[in-house]
């Protein structure tokens, strides 16, 4: 994992970027993390104020991280102990709710009123935005739609795989990278990763072209969950099977039959800001507004 700290102009434009590796030690990771501040502000200006992006859920009261994809930063002050090793004022938000806020505000999701970010990779994380502004809850839960179970799955849709939630059926189970990669090999006795399966979509293989088409089908009943849940006016993805082919048309055109509004108006979109989303959308849980321009 990496630690990756970035300043940005009015006009949202990168000025510069630092990069880290994460350290282990939870007080190494602290100091890995002013000094990735104090990097950053060398090439640009210093700042009263930052905005940390990171995995897990998030108590917004005490600032406390309580599950981590770095496990020395899981049960800690995150938030105060940040600000202090930095001495700048710090708000925290989980990571794929910066990447919705930044896809938001000019992003794919610009100009419309709710906003869920879908990150869709080796796991399944989601933010939800509302007129700008991330939609937290108490627990740090929401937008945790990859530990919900499938909705309307039949029998041999997925395997079934232990889940750190403690489900076996969860979406993240079923339709998140590793998924795409075990139904391959199911339907076509053949081992590719997803980078793979993609090319060879792409390219008309046959039976790639029929993996994709069974895997569409059972995300089209993923976000039938997302969307009876939030009712988003767009749902922006994110991730690294963000670029399948034929993702965008394929999945909308298969959810109506799901849906209880037939058809459902949400939007299903490739997201804009790529792999930066995450440091946009920290650098702007200070502004409470759109970049310029």
Known sequence: T???????NAKGEML???????????????????????????????VDRIGVST?????QETGVILSASIPCTRGKTYRDDIAIATGRETR??????????AEAIDGAGKGYPSVLGLILGTGIGSGFVV????????????????????????????????????????MESLVAGPALKHLYTKMTGKVADNPQIATLASTGDAAALAVLDRYYEMLAKAMITAIH???????????????????????PAKWSKYCLAKPP????????HGPIAGLRGAASLWRGMAFEG
Not at 55 to 59: L, P, Q
């Open 131 to 170: 007129n700008q502004q991330i939609v937290d809850g108490p627990n740090g839960l929401t937008g945790e739609i990859g530990h919900l179970p499938l909705a309307f799955r039949e029998e041999g849709e997925g395997e079934p795989g232990e889940c750190v939630c403690g489900q076996s059926i969860c």
């Open 16 to 46: 510069h970027q630092e990069i880290v590796s994460t350290p282990k030690d939870y007080d190494m990771f602290l100091d890995a993390v002013a000094g990735v501040v104090s990097a950053v502000e060398m090439r640009t200006e210093r």
């Open 92 to 101: 925290l938000a989980n990571d794929a709710s910066c990447m919705t806020l």
């Open 55 to 59: 995995a897990g859920m998030i108590d």
């Open 229 to 251: 849940s939030f009712d988003p006016h767009v749902i922006v993805v994110s991730g690294g099977l963000m670029g399948l082919p034929g993702l965008y048309d394929a999945v």
């Open 2 to 8: 990496k630690i990756a700290g970035a300043a940005f």
């Open 265 to 272: 108006k949400t939007k299903f979109v490739s997201a804009k």
